[in-house]
């Protein structure tokens, strides 16, 4: 048999050097989704989100700034959003996806854009330390609570099934040790006040109740859902949401949570590089005005704004001891004790190796 | 296959073809496993070896080998048993039966562990029947083995199917007439003619096991030392922004996918000689 080329084989070896052709041709940054513009009339603001905020920026708060924004100078600007995990949000767009602004769970996250030099400004300044909105650490469980879970002990009980997602992809996942773990140091919780050990011991007995760690929040909340679990540890806008959507299920707010704060801030390298600086400034200022922190309290999410937060404080329960991140010692003290190598989460996963 | 090796030499056109496919190849594939074995040898061995080691990664290798072996045991029979039903007999639904062998390409595996916990989570009659016997199915290693038994369903079947075919069912009936039993013909006729293309088929579908992700982070549960594999403990490095670990461990998934697909090949050739 004699091997005479195919044409498609020369089309494909075409196909081959086009492609060589193409990827020698990006500068090798990750590519980022941007509409062209024409300039001048309308330009285009590019949002990079952490999940949780989808419905209220989607939905809301983004057509709100759209006919603000043309109200007042006539221009119509145009929106690029992603939502992701904070974590990979961040890492996104410090590896080149050109977000305009941030607005990420953690404030850690943040930070970490502003170390890699692409945030500059002073973005924890102004009157809220750079936040925009605000939640609590929960516990949801099934109607009626047959468990009878009141507090961070109760879910030390051998035999609870318990749902919190996994610390190593989500950021919800820390803001739920934090609560806890502060709980404990705090003396809330049947381990001693100030008593590290202690507090390692009741997250360990806690987390040997977990047979559920998901990616993320909404993916635990949804596994709850679902029917797995007695108790998900989430936060209290997911269950908000959801009761709202119709889903049987409580919440219990435990004597004593941790304040989640999620901050905003724009990322300047691209703001400037785009010519948006303007706009980006005026829709971080926009989402903290009134209006819009009576949109994110309708996504149940906890105002930083004092009025706002006195208006919706009924659809709220109050927290007995509420306490911040920076109680604990802030986010990268946080890190290094609980979350870092060796530390106390990779302590407490070692002794659940009962398999081995 | 064989026989047809460079009947003539390559003319102009063929070395362009050959340049061609072997930039877009070579571009597509082999970069971006120079890119992930530059990142995780950058450290140096010690620190490859200390990523691996590490317990928490240890562990979950251990699961995704574990898990991808018993899957591997299992594939290799049931599959050459498909094959065997696809090929000698001729029913009624028979080419439904075959479209649904290929099916599992076709289904995201994320939608694979979607269905796994419809059918076995707490809530189904399955899920909640099992529960009272006291087994538990949806986020433990049962359905680790369940998803990647799902995803492997075509690759022996599909492997064995071609080299049953080429088999001339006079051989089986002569031996029946000559009085072997069915296990006598399936030891001295069938299996030694199918072994390479059981064998690799197997191969293929262990080290597409290794790295499955997908349908696990849904069914598995993920808790570390119990329930996490090493796909879902890389992606736990990378979002947690320690790549080192991450390249260090996929390293090793990706050594032994890439030792036994060329193992596969090597016996699929030796095959193909003996055969021809």
């Not at chain 1, 060589?20 to 062209?36: I, M, Q």
């Not at chain 1, 502060?182 to 360990?204: C, F, I, N």
């Not at chain 2, 039993?181 to 080290?207: D, E, K």
């Not at chain 2, 697909?261 to 090597?266: M, Y």
């Amino acid at each position: 048999m004699r091997l005479t080329p195919h044409p498609t084989i020369y089309l494909l070896a075409a196909l081959g050097l086009a492609l060589a052709a193409t990827l020698a041709a990006c500068d090798g940054g990750a590519p980022a989704p941007r509409t062209s513009t024409a300039p001048g009339k309308s330009r285009t603001l590019v949002l990079g989100a952490y999940t949780t905020p989808r419905e209220a920026y989607g939905k809301a708060i983004i057509p709100a700034f759209q006919r603000h924004w043309k109200e007042k100078t006539g221009e119509e600007v145009r929106f690029q959003e992603s939502y992701l995990g904070s974590g990979a949000q961040a890492r996104a767009i410090i590896g080149g996806f050109e977000a305009d602004i941030a607005a990420l769970s953690l404030e850690a996250d943040v930070d970490q854009i502003a170390q890699a030099g692409l945030i500059t400004n002073d973005w924890k300044a102004g009157a809220h330390q750079g936040m925009v909105s605000r939640s609590v650490v929960v516990l949801a469980v099934r109607p009626g609570n047959p468990k009878e879970v009141r507090d961070w002990d109760d879910l030390r009980r051998p035999g609870l099934a318990i749902l919190t997602p996994n610390v190593r992809t989500s950021g919800g996942a820390m803001w739920n040790l934090c609560a806890m773990y502060g709980a404990a140091l705090r003396g809330q919780t049947s381990a001693p006040k100030g008593d590290p050990a202690a507090a390692e011991k009741l997250l360990a007995e806690v987390l040997r109740n977990v047979g559920v760690m998901d990616k993320g929040a909404r993916e635990s909340i949804l596994s709850f859902e679902k029917g797995v679990g007695d108790v998900a540890i989430t936060y209290e806008n997911e269950v908000l949401v959801g009761r709202q959507a119709g889903r049987p299920y409580e919440y219990v707010i435990p004597r004593s949570t941790i304040l989640i704060e999620n901050p905003i801030a724009v990322v300047d390298h691209y703001a400037d590089k785009h010519g948006v600086r303007d706009l980006a400034d005026a829709f971080v200022a926009f989402v903290r005005t009134p209006e819009t922190q009576r949109v994110f309290a309708d996504h149940g999410l906890r105002s930083i704004d004092e009025g706002v937060a006195k208006e919706t404080a009924g659809r709220f329960a109050p927290v007995e001891d509420l306490f911040t991140i920076r109680n604990l010692g802030g986010w990268p003290e946080v890190r290094k004790t609980l979350f870092a190598p060796g530390a106390v989460y990779d302590r407490i996963s070692a002794g659940l190796g009962a398999r081995r | 296959m064989s026989g047809v090796r460079a009947a003539v030499a390559p003319g102009p056109g063929g070395i362009l073809v050959r340049a061609g496919v072997f930039a877009y190849v070579g571009l597509l594939v082999a970069l971006p496993l120079a890119a992930l074995l530059a990142t995780g040898l950058a450290p140096g061995l010690i620190a490859l070896w200390q990523a691996v080691s590490a317990p928490a990664a240890a562990d979950a290798l251990v699961l995704t080998l574990t898990t991808a072996n018993v899957m591997a045991l299992i594939n290799a029979v049931t599959g050459t048993a498909t094959a065997w039903v696809l090929v000698r007999y001729d029913f009624r639904g028979r080419d439904l039966l075959s479209g649904l062998v290929d099916l599992p390409f076709a289904i995201p595996t994320l939608v694979t562990g979607v269905m796994l916990v419809l059918l076995f989570g707490p809530q189904s009659v399955i899920g909640g029947w099992l529960a009272r016997q006291g087994t538990q199915v949806a986020y433990a290693t049962p359905s680790i083995l369940l998803a990647l038994l799902f995803i492997t369903v075509p690759f022996v079947v599909r492997a064995v199917e071609p080299v049953l075919m080429e088999q001339d069912p006079a051989e089986e009936e002569a031996a029946r007439t000559l009085g072997a039993g069915t296990f006598t013909i399936l030891r001295r006729i069938l299996l030694p003619a199918l072994a390479p293309a059981i064998i690799s088929g197997t191969i293929r579908s262990y080290a597409r096991a290794l790295g499955e992700f997908g349908s696990i982070v849904v069914v598995s549960g993920n808790i570390p030392y119990k329930t996490l594999t090493a796909p879902i403990y890389v992606f736990g490095e990378i979002e947690s922004g320690r790549a080192e670990v991450a390249a260090a461990v996929s390293a090793v998934l990706l050594a032994v996918a890439l030792a036994l697909t060329l193992a596969a090949r090597v016996i699929e050739r030796l095959a193909g000689v003996t055969r021809g």
